[in-house]
């Protein structure tokens, strides 16, 4: 399903702001912050960026978003588990 995001703002905005490079940057930081709430998924704001997952993940890494995000305990039994049964020790 597509929507449409419009956004408005009280006062007319200044030319400069009204071109490609900042709307596709709004863009970005809409969706990455959508990424950040977990309201879509790593795969979802690539295609909607349409970027490469490399792309997304650097910019995951300018915004502090982690690229992985696990429990405590998630990632205690991920460096405990056993790499050939795929167990926890």
Do not use: C, H, W
Not at 40 to 49: D, M, T
Not at 53 to 79: G, H
């Amino acid at each position: 399903m597509s929507r449409e995001v419009l956004l408005r703002f009280p006062v007319d905005l200044p030319e400069e702001l009204k071109d490609d490079d900042v709307l596709r940057k709004g863009k970005e930081i809409i969706v990455l912050e959508l990424l950040r709430k977990k309201s879509i998924s790593q795969g979802k704001a690539a295609e909607l960026l349409e970027i490469d997952r490399q792309a997304l993940f650097d910019l995951m890494n300018k915004y502090d978003i982690p690229v992985i995000s696990m429990t405590d305990k998630e990632l205690k039994d991920e460096l405990t588990k056993d790499i050939f049964s795929g167990e926890a020790k």
